[in-house]
């Protein structure tokens, strides 16, 4: 142990597009600390943008200088194809819910006044605003892009948290319905930090086993070390629990429709397309290069996990009367679609990279999609804030065809109908699971599709085919930055739908070196 | 002689998930999860004695300051709810469901 400790060498370039992003969030932090109140969102909002356009822009340019596969900051952080597509895919979407957090009205004004006191209205009447959102969402985005590029177990777990602790906040702080909001922040932080700490029992565990926390040293611990499985099959076990949790895989998923259904709006899209996106690059990121070697063991697991969050997201979906709960059932459905790429692994390199390039494509499209969909929720308002019972959509097509036929559009794509960028989605995981020799999972997969197409189809009757109430709800005008944000959404699932290869491509460019290891 | 640790880390880890899941006050639960943190440092630690390694020494740090940040995002969120039911009780907030 004695001797000269040799300094770290860290690739700050590698590594440029998430410290830009971590970096403007500790501005953000310094303005609230220092700009006066009337300043701060006219200073926060094209610092945020700006972070994440520069941020996406680095990515753009590393990926035409050639994609580095390389472990950076002496292993800790990979830097490779899927993570940096991961990361492009989340800056986007988080672009993207910027503008929709931005929207007025949104937030509460002062989240430490009781609601219906004497200091909420005089807050309400001063105008008082959290502007420390964008900071937090900064933070969040950073521990999004983080996570899926982990590699090192503890990393992960930090990321894990730093993505976390901003969201329980974020959830918690909704304008209107103030007592579900708070509910909902506090079932996702005790809940989420019940998981993680499972997840961190379970690095332990690894750590005893492997003797270190790198994804590529426990990979190839693996079958070297004997009579000490037990600590690796409990660590295994533990690390899958609290990475299941994060992307509300059954059993696993009883959080997810409260805390959707309670979060404000712009926060639901966020978390529904970049905490997934995030959650399913670092599942697959553990399990195939830390786990790869044990796979004969975690496959049924997966497989069972699979077929039971594919169901239970799209039978339970049937039964809400609640259109943010409906969509995060529907989130928990795509969820099992997911691990059925998680699990069309294979001994060729070829059979990986199809499953990885059809993860990498799904996360894409449903990403998007889901964002317009919850930007549409929160244009459809009722006096006492949006309009969340489906009963309340009753006859939204004849009203307001426009806006109703976009949310239609969104719906078929979760269902997967061609000409929509979910089906093509749903193709190329179901193409790599049966080469891979999962056909009985894809075919429980079709009958899920089929269960929760259903449902979707069930509103789009409900909007075009029955009377609107007399007391229906209004449709705001939207704001530029909503209907930004519901047109771009719109066109990525057209243009997805229709002319796929592009972006098909770039996943499979991206998935082609796999993960570094 | 590492094993009574590891024995020791496994029932508070286990003593913190039971916690989790029988008690009823949200400030009760969350201690319940800094409990289960603890257990998880305990373990690094001894591992790392144990492989002949600092690492695990240098991860239980790691531990306790993401530990002590979700202190202060857990007892913002539990006293915002306190203020407004009057109650910590896990129990009462229960407009969720279904």
Redesign the interface.
């Known amino acids: 142990m004695n001797g000269t400790i040799p300094a770290p060498t860290i690739e700050y370039g590698m590594l440029a597009p998430l410290l830009v992003v971590f970096g403007a969030a500790i501005v953000g932090v310094l303005v609230e600390a220092f700009a006066p109140r009337y300043l701060r969102s006219a200073i926060h909002l094209p610092i945020t943008l700006l972070s994440l356009l520069i941020s996406f822009g680095l990515i753009v340019w590393q990926w035409i200088e050639g994609v580095p596969t390389k472990a950076a900051a002496m292993g800790a952080i990979a830097v490779d194809g899927p993570a940096m597509f991961i990361w492009g895919t989340i800056l986007v979407l988080a672009f993207v819910s910027v503008l929709l957090i931005n929207d007025e009205g949104h937030f509460v004004g002062s989240?430490?006044a009781?609601?219906g006191s004497a200091e909420e209205e005089q807050a309400l009447y001063e105008g008082a605003a959290h502007t420390e959102v964008y900071p937090l969402v900064l933070f969040a985005v950073g521990g999004m892009m983080l996570f899926p590029a982990a590699n090192d177990l503890?990393i992960a777990?930090?990321a894990l948290?730093v993505m976390s602790?901003p969201l329980?906040?974020l959830c918690?702080l909704a304008r209107r319905r103030?007592?579900?909001s708070?509910?909902?922040?506090?079932?996702y932080?005790?809940l989420g930090?019940?998981s993680s700490?499972?997840f961190?029992?379970g690095?332990?565990?690894i750590?005893?086993y492997a003797?270190?926390?790198d994804l590529a040293k426990i990979g190839a611990t693996l079958g070297t070390v004997g009579g000490q499985d037990m600590l690796l099959y409990l660590g295994g076990a533990m690390i899958s629990v609290g990475l299941l949790f994060k992307i509300g895989g059954a059993p696993f998923q009883a959080w997810k429709?409260?805390v959707y259904?309670?979060a404000p709006t712009p926060i639901t899209a966020l978390m529904a397309s970049g905490t997934l996106i995030a959650a399913f690059g670092a599942l697959v990121r553990v399990f195939w290069v830390a786990l790869g070697g044990l796979d004969w063991d975690w496959r049924p697991v997966f497989y069972g996990v699979a077929v039971l969050t594919m169901l239970v997201g799209a039978i339970l979906a049937i039964?809400?009367?609640d259109i943010k709960?409906m969509l995060a059932y529907s989130s928990i459905a795509h969820g099992g679609f997911l691990l059925i790429g998680v699990i069309a692994t294979g001994s060729a390199q070829a059979q990986n990279t199809s499953a990885l390039s059809g993860i990498l494509f799904y996360l894409v499209a449903y990403g998007f999609t889901t964002v317009g969909a919850f930007a549409v929720v929160t244009m459809v308002r009722d006096a006492g804030g949006e309009a969340w019972h489906l009963s309340r959509w009753a006859g939204l097509g004849k009203r307001s065809p426009l806006l109703a036929g976009v949310f239609a559009f969104f719906l078929l794509a979760f269902a997967g109908i061609p000409l929509t960028s979910g089906f093509f989605g749903k193709y190329a995981i179901f193409q790599a699971a049966v080469t891979g020799g999962a056909l009985s999972l894809v075919i429980v997969g079709v009958v899920a599709s089929a269960v929760a197409a259903f449902f979707y189809v069930r509103v789009i009757v409900l909007m075009f085919f029955s009377d609107p109430a007399a007391d229906g709800p209004s449709v705001v005008l939207p704001s530029r930055g909503t209907a930004a944000v519901v047109g771009l959404a719109a066109l990525a699932t057209v243009v997805l739908g229709v002319f796929p290869q592009p972006v098909l491509d770039l996943a499979h460019s991206a998935a082609q070196s796999l993960f570094v290891r | 002689m590492t094993t009574h640790y590891l024995v020791l880390s496994a029932l508070l880890f286990a003593i913190g998930g039971v916690g989790v899941l029988v008690r009823r006050n949200a400030i009760v639960v969350f201690m319940c999860v800094e409990l289960m943190l603890n257990a998880c440092n305990l373990a690094f630690v001894t591992f790392a004695r144990q492989n002949g390694s600092l690492d695990g020494q240098v991860i239980a740090f790691f531990v306790m300051i993401v530990a002590a940040a979700e202190v202060v995002i857990g007892l913002a969120i539990i006293v915002t709810i306190f203020r407004t039911r009057r109650s910590a009780s896990v129990d009462d907030a229960s407009l969720l469901k279904h």
């Not at chain 1, 708070?182 to 079932?187: D, F, G, H, I």
């Open positions: 989240a430490a009781v609601p503890l777990f930090v948290e602790l329980y906040l918690g103030r007592l579900l708070q509910e909902a922040a506090m079932k932080f005790l930090a019940f700490a499972f961190l029992y690095t332990a565990m750590y005893g003797n270190s926390l429709p409260d259904q309670g039964t809400q009367t709960r």
